[in-house]
């Protein structure tokens, strides 16, 4: 089993960066797809990225592209999510996510089996 702890949210201005982190620990972690998924209050969760075990292959949501950046560090427990140009529609509370399925199937909420606790992330106008 694979727990997840995400870290890095926080409250900034419109146009402002943060960088979130999930960090890994369990089972082998480097075979598995990462993904980052948001919910902002009183709408469904949606999918913002996701990455490949390999680092190699990303995928972004529309709304994001461009501005958020994905990536995994050297050992593979962990991963990042650059997030520049903030804009106050992506105030929502962020998760990570793992799943040992494929990169093709990184969009699909339902098809990941271990979360993190989620982060705050907050952007005033």
């Known amino acids: 089993q694979v727990q997840l702890v995400e870290s890095g949210g926080g409250l900034v201005q419109a146009g402002d960066s943060l960088r979130l982190s999930c960090a890994a620990s369990?089972?082998?972690?480097?075979?598995?797809?990462m993904g980052w998924f948001r919910q902002a209050p009183g709408k469904e969760r949606e999918f913002v990225a996701c990455i490949s075990w390999s680092g190699v292959s990303t995928d972004y949501a529309d709304s994001v592209k461009g501005r958020f950046t994905l990536s995994r560090g050297d050992a593979k427990n962990t991963v990042y999510l650059q997030m520049n140009r903030l804009k106050p529609e992506d105030t929502a509370v962020y998760y990570c996510a793992a799943t040992p399925k494929p990169l093709w199937v990184g969009k699909m909420w339902h098809e990941y089996d271990a979360w993190g606790q989620g982060t705050q992330v907050t952007v005033s106008s």
């Open positions: 369990g089972r082998t972690f480097s075979s598995y797809t």
